[in-house]
C-alpha cells in the first residue's frame, strides 16, 4: 500500500503517526491531532 494512502486513511480514522504515538507514550499525554503539545 501506498504511503500517501496509508496517510490518507490515518488521518480519516483519526490515528496518529508510530512517532507521535510513542512520545505521546513517554510523555504519558493523549493524542492531540496535529498539535503534540496539547
Not at 500517501?4 to 504519558?28: C, E, F, H, M
Request: hydrophobic share 25%; net charge positive.
Amino acid at each position: 500500500v501506498a504511503r500517501r494512502t496509508v496517510t490518507k486513511y490515518r488521518k480519516a480514522l483519526g490515528i496518529p503517526s508510530s512517532r507521535q504515538r510513542r512520545d505521546w507514550t513517554l510523555n504519558g499525554k493523549k493524542p492531540a491531532d496535529d498539535d503534540p503539545d496539547e
